[in-house]
Nanobody, 115 residues
Framework: QGELVESGGGLVQPGGSLRLSCVVS????????VSWYRQVPGKEREVVAV???????DYADFVKGRFTISRDNAKNTVYLQMNRLKVEDTAVYYC?????????WGQGTQVTVSW
């Protein structure tokens, strides 16, 4: 559909795992960093993890040691492996690409961590 197509959200218990996927248009994927953001109602959207063109990763402090961002160049896909999930990780997660002239966003996928 759009330039970014997300999947993988759902309901998981605290301590569990999910893997989010974002398929990115090839021209965007090969030339730009890809990021994961999350947002809860009434709060600002916040960055979770960033993968640059070369595959180097950076993480927000609140997910370090638990989440891993990675790129599959053959599939034009970025992943967010989410382990040891906490209730406070509950949010809508968005894939993002910042091109030189425009921001591209996925549709968002809901992650709910709850008993």
């Amino acid at each position: 559909q759009g330039e970014l197509v997300e999947s993988g959200g759902g309901l998981v218990q605290p301590g569990g795992s999910l893997r989010l996927s974002c398929v990115v248009s090839g021209s965007l994927f090969s030339s730009n960093s890809v990021s994961w953001y999350r947002q809860v109602p009434g709060k600002e959207r916040e960055v979770v993890a960033v993968s640059d063109v070369g595959g180097a990763a950076d993480y927000a402090d609140f997910v370090k040691g638990r989440f891993t961002i990675s790129r599959d160049n053959a599939k034009n896909t970025v992943y967010l492996q989410m382990n040891r999930l906490k209730v406070e990780d509950t949010a809508v997660y968005y894939c993002n690409v910042a091109r030189w002239d425009k921001l591209f966003w996925g549709q968002g996928t809901q992650v709910t961590v709850s008993w």
